[in-house]
């Protein structure tokens, strides 16, 4: 089996979609591990909540935390039904019990309701995955991306973390943690991501910062930094000539399928195999350097 050339198609037919973005407009469809992940019972009796876990990196998570045995809360944008209710019936298909809040995040008051509601139907939060992100990339300068864009970039990617991370924090004790999706775009930013690329790099010194603070009370605090992964935001965000090329300028030249970024995040979960990991930044970038 090589990481280069095994299982996953190198170029991508031309596609477009409007974000968010649903998993079955896209050709072909992510793998997200549905006939695949197997659980070893990793996190038997935790509970997770996971936004954006309706597709995508979000989707694979779920899958492999339900079937390494925790219960899942999922968060999506409401137009997103269809990809929600999809992961839902596979976190229910492992046994697990599965709660859907849908809402916008960028909105504070909807962060403090998915918390709470995570909350009180799971009967606490041991995982929370700040998975949710919005990019986009078809804007070439500074000058053509607009306040309402820079709005919902910046609110979706570091301000919503901030306020889910400060409603879950009172909540969390020890062997608890908190897994930031960060990105390759933190270290090798695009000129078309300016924005973007910022927000994950604020994700990187928060993630550092904040383990520093929640280390005495046994809370650990660790990020991924996926590369080019096929997921409903690329053709959604992503001109088609990018989109046809997606992940051909990695060392594997390709890209990565979401089943391929879950394990990172079972591994920096799991309160015995990351016992001692904590203010880290895991990347998962076909052979990219994150440092
Ligand atoms: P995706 O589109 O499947 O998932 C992103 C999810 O974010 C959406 O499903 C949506 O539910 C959620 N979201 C966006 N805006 C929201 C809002 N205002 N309120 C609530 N939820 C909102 O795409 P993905 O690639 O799996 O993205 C997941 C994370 O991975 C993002 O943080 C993204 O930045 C990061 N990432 C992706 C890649 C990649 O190449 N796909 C690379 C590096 C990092
Ligand atoms: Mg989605």
Redesign the pocket.
Known sequence: MSPRTDHYPREFPAQQQEP??LTDAMDPRPDHGEDSYRGTGRLTGMRALI??G?????RAIAIAYAREGADVAI???PE?HP?GEATAALVSDAGRRVVTVP????DRRTCLDVAERALSELDGVNILVN?????MARSQSIEEVSAEQLD?VV???FT?LFWLTQALVPHLSAGDCIIN?????AYDPSGSLLDYAAT?SAINNFTVNLAAELGPRGVRVNAV?????W????P?TQPVAKVEKFGQDTPFGRAGQ?VEVAPAFVFLASPTEASYVSGTILGVTGGKPVF
């Open positions: 968010p973005g936004t954006g309706d597709s995508g990196i979000g968060s999506y944008l997103e990809d809402g916008d995040l960028t998975n949710a992100g919005f990019q919902r609110g979706t990617n919503a999706n960060s990105s390759i775009q994950k930094a996926p590369g080019p992964i997921t409903p935001l690329q959604a979401p």
